[in-house]
Protein backbone atom coordinates (compact mmCIF):
# COMPACT_ATOMS: atom_id res chain seq x y z
CA UNK A 1 0.00 0.00 0.00
CA UNK A 2 1.20 3.72 -0.77
CA UNK A 3 0.21 7.23 0.21
CA UNK A 4 -0.89 8.70 -3.21
CA UNK A 5 -0.07 12.49 -3.85
CA UNK A 6 -3.42 14.51 -3.43
CA UNK A 7 -4.97 16.39 -6.94
CA UNK A 8 -5.47 20.02 -6.01
CA UNK A 9 -7.27 22.71 -7.44
CA UNK A 10 -6.64 24.38 -9.91
CA UNK A 11 -5.89 20.91 -11.39
CA UNK A 12 -7.55 20.10 -14.98
CA UNK A 13 -7.70 16.52 -13.50
CA UNK A 14 -10.74 17.66 -11.39
CA UNK A 15 -13.11 18.90 -13.82
CA UNK A 16 -13.21 15.91 -15.84
CA UNK A 17 -15.56 13.68 -15.89
CA UNK A 18 -14.29 9.85 -15.22
CA UNK A 19 -14.64 6.87 -17.00
CA UNK A 20 -16.87 3.74 -15.87
CA UNK A 21 -14.62 1.02 -14.04
CA UNK A 22 -15.16 -2.39 -16.57
CA UNK A 23 -12.95 -4.79 -15.29
CA UNK A 24 -12.25 -5.35 -11.25
CA UNK A 25 -8.68 -6.95 -11.30
CA UNK A 26 -5.54 -6.37 -9.39
CA UNK A 27 -4.46 -3.21 -10.14
CA UNK A 28 -8.21 -1.57 -9.32
CA UNK A 29 -7.54 -3.88 -5.88
CA UNK A 30 -4.03 -2.27 -5.03
CA UNK A 31 -5.61 1.16 -6.45
CA UNK A 32 -8.41 1.03 -3.49
CA UNK A 33 -5.86 0.10 -0.87
CA UNK A 34 -3.88 2.93 -1.56
CA UNK A 35 -6.88 4.92 -1.79
CA UNK A 36 -7.88 3.87 1.87
CA UNK A 37 -4.35 4.59 3.17
CA UNK A 38 -4.04 7.89 1.95
CA UNK A 39 -8.04 8.83 2.98
CA UNK A 40 -7.15 8.21 6.35
CA UNK A 41 -3.49 9.92 6.19
CA UNK A 42 -5.33 13.04 5.17
CA UNK A 43 -7.64 13.03 7.29
CA UNK A 44 -10.46 12.84 4.88
CA UNK A 45 -14.23 11.22 5.39
CA UNK A 46 -14.17 10.73 1.93
CA UNK A 47 -12.50 10.67 -1.48
CA UNK A 48 -12.62 10.11 -4.90
CA UNK A 49 -9.88 8.88 -7.64
CA UNK A 50 -9.82 11.79 -9.88
CA UNK A 51 -8.31 13.57 -6.45
CA UNK A 52 -6.04 10.94 -6.65
CA UNK A 53 -4.87 11.82 -10.67
CA UNK A 54 -7.10 8.87 -11.88
CA UNK A 55 -10.21 9.27 -13.54
CA UNK A 56 -12.14 6.89 -12.92
CA UNK A 57 -15.65 6.13 -10.97
CA UNK A 58 -14.63 4.67 -7.83
CA UNK A 59 -14.90 6.88 -4.00
CA UNK A 60 -13.84 5.59 -0.49
CA UNK A 61 -15.57 6.56 2.12
CA UNK A 62 -15.79 6.83 6.27
CA UNK A 63 -17.59 9.38 7.89
CA UNK A 64 -16.97 7.69 10.95
CA UNK A 65 -13.22 7.29 11.31
CA UNK A 66 -12.62 6.91 14.89
CA UNK A 67 -14.31 3.41 14.85
CA UNK A 68 -10.82 2.12 13.37
CA UNK A 69 -12.10 1.48 9.75
CA UNK A 70 -15.55 -0.03 10.57
CA UNK A 71 -17.25 2.31 8.36
CA UNK A 72 -14.73 2.07 5.64
CA UNK A 73 -16.75 1.58 2.19
CA UNK A 74 -15.76 2.01 -1.33
CA UNK A 75 -17.69 2.34 -4.06
CA UNK A 76 -17.20 1.34 -8.14
CA UNK A 77 -19.59 2.97 -10.55
CA UNK A 78 -22.03 4.29 -7.85
CA UNK A 79 -25.33 6.64 -8.64
CA UNK A 80 -27.88 8.46 -7.21
CA UNK A 81 -31.32 6.72 -8.03
CA UNK A 82 -33.11 9.25 -5.94
CA UNK A 83 -33.11 11.83 -3.86
CA UNK A 84 -35.29 13.74 -1.38
CA UNK A 85 -35.04 17.26 0.94
CA UNK A 86 -32.48 19.91 1.12
CA UNK A 87 -30.14 19.99 3.61
CA UNK A 88 -26.71 22.43 3.94
CA UNK A 89 -23.15 21.59 5.49
CA UNK A 90 -19.96 23.58 5.48
CA UNK A 91 -17.84 21.39 3.28
CA UNK A 92 -14.28 21.02 3.25
CA UNK A 93 -12.24 18.88 0.34
CA UNK A 94 -8.69 17.66 0.28
CA UNK A 95 -7.95 19.16 -3.26
CA UNK A 96 -8.77 22.66 -1.62
CA UNK A 97 -6.73 22.99 1.58
CA UNK A 98 -8.23 25.12 3.83
CA UNK A 99 -11.09 26.25 2.10
CA UNK A 100 -14.77 25.40 3.83
CA UNK A 101 -18.05 26.29 2.40
CA UNK A 102 -21.61 25.71 2.93
CA UNK A 103 -23.28 23.60 0.02
CA UNK A 104 -27.06 22.92 -0.07
CA UNK A 105 -27.72 19.00 -0.76
CA UNK A 106 -30.32 16.57 -1.24
CA UNK A 107 -31.03 15.18 2.33
CA UNK A 108 -31.74 11.63 1.74
CA UNK A 109 -30.66 9.83 -1.45
CA UNK A 110 -30.88 6.03 -2.98
CA UNK A 111 -27.53 5.22 -4.09
CA UNK A 112 -26.29 1.95 -6.32
CA UNK A 113 -22.61 0.61 -6.71
CA UNK A 114 -20.90 -2.21 -6.27
CA UNK A 115 -17.87 -3.38 -4.23
CA UNK A 116 -14.81 -5.27 -5.39
CA UNK A 117 -16.50 -9.11 -5.36
CA UNK A 118 -18.77 -7.15 -7.79
CA UNK A 119 -21.80 -7.64 -5.46
CA UNK A 120 -24.39 -4.76 -6.23
CA UNK A 121 -24.68 -2.17 -2.90
CA UNK A 122 -28.15 -0.88 -3.16
CA UNK A 123 -28.86 1.20 0.43
CA UNK A 124 -30.34 4.99 1.78
CA UNK A 125 -28.30 7.54 2.88
CA UNK A 126 -28.85 10.51 5.01
CA UNK A 127 -27.04 13.22 7.37
CA UNK A 128 -23.12 13.09 6.69
CA UNK A 129 -23.23 10.09 4.67
CA UNK A 130 -25.64 11.39 2.13
CA UNK A 131 -23.75 14.65 1.72
CA UNK A 132 -20.20 13.13 1.39
CA UNK A 133 -21.14 10.91 -1.14
CA UNK A 134 -22.88 13.27 -3.50
CA UNK A 135 -19.77 15.09 -2.61
CA UNK A 136 -17.49 12.62 -3.98
CA UNK A 137 -19.86 11.68 -7.11
CA UNK A 138 -19.57 15.29 -8.02
CA UNK A 139 -15.99 14.20 -8.14
CA UNK A 140 -16.77 11.63 -10.44
CA UNK A 141 -18.45 14.14 -12.99
CA UNK A 142 -15.61 16.44 -12.95
CA UNK A 143 -17.56 18.59 -10.39
CA UNK A 144 -16.29 20.39 -7.36
CA UNK A 145 -18.04 21.69 -4.22
CA UNK A 146 -17.25 25.29 -5.37
CA UNK A 147 -19.57 24.49 -8.56
CA UNK A 148 -22.20 24.39 -6.28
CA UNK A 149 -22.23 27.88 -4.79
CA UNK A 150 -23.94 30.63 -6.49
CA UNK A 151 -21.85 32.48 -9.56
CA UNK A 152 -20.78 35.22 -7.11
CA UNK A 153 -20.18 33.22 -3.91
CA UNK A 154 -17.98 31.21 -6.72
CA UNK A 155 -16.06 33.46 -7.48
CA UNK A 156 -15.41 35.22 -3.58
CA UNK A 157 -14.43 32.15 -2.72
CA UNK A 158 -12.35 30.89 -5.47
CA UNK A 159 -10.16 34.12 -5.48
CA UNK A 160 -9.61 34.01 -1.99
CA UNK A 161 -8.52 31.11 -2.09
CA UNK A 162 -6.09 30.76 -4.77
CA UNK A 163 -4.89 34.16 -3.47
CA UNK A 164 -3.96 32.19 -0.21
CA UNK A 165 -2.30 29.30 -2.03
CA UNK A 166 -0.03 32.21 -3.92
CA UNK A 167 1.27 33.57 -0.12
CA UNK A 168 1.78 30.16 0.94
CA UNK A 169 4.10 29.49 -2.35
CA UNK A 170 6.08 32.41 -2.18
CA UNK A 171 6.33 31.64 1.41
CA UNK A 172 7.49 27.80 0.44
CA UNK A 173 10.16 29.43 -2.23
CA UNK A 174 11.68 32.15 0.01
CA UNK A 175 12.35 29.04 2.59
CA UNK A 176 13.89 27.23 -0.27
CA UNK A 177 15.96 29.86 -1.47
CA UNK A 178 17.08 30.12 2.23
CA UNK A 179 17.87 26.58 2.81
CA UNK A 180 19.91 27.09 -0.41
CA UNK A 181 21.73 29.88 1.02
CA UNK A 182 22.46 27.69 3.81
CA UNK A 183 20.26 29.08 6.63
CA UNK A 184 19.68 26.22 8.80
CA UNK A 185 17.38 26.56 11.85
CA UNK A 186 13.95 27.06 11.04
CA UNK A 187 13.43 30.06 13.59
CA UNK A 188 16.68 31.97 11.34
CA UNK A 189 14.87 30.92 8.09
CA UNK A 190 11.67 32.57 9.61
CA UNK A 191 13.78 36.04 11.19
CA UNK A 192 15.64 36.21 7.74
CA UNK A 193 12.38 35.03 5.55
CA UNK A 194 11.11 38.37 7.33
CA UNK A 195 13.69 40.46 6.77
CA UNK A 196 13.80 39.82 3.46
CA UNK A 197 9.97 40.18 3.27
CA UNK A 198 10.21 43.93 4.91
CA UNK A 199 12.68 44.37 2.12
CA UNK A 200 11.09 43.46 -0.51
CA UNK A 201 13.99 41.41 -2.34
CA UNK A 202 13.00 38.73 -4.87
CA UNK A 203 15.61 36.45 -6.30
ZN1 LIG B 1 -13.64 16.86 -2.48
Redesign the pocket.
Known sequence: MARLPLVIYPDEILTRPSAEVTEIDQDIVDFIANMRETMYASNGI?L?AP?VARNIRIMTIDVDPDQGGKSFMHLINPIIVEGHGKTSYDEG????PGLVAEVRRKKTIHVQGYDLSGRLLDFEADGLLAICFQ??LD?LNGV??VDRLSPVQKTLVVRDYLKRREEDEEDKQIADILRMHGVASEREAAEAGEAVLKTGVRT
Open positions: GAQCLSFHEHTF
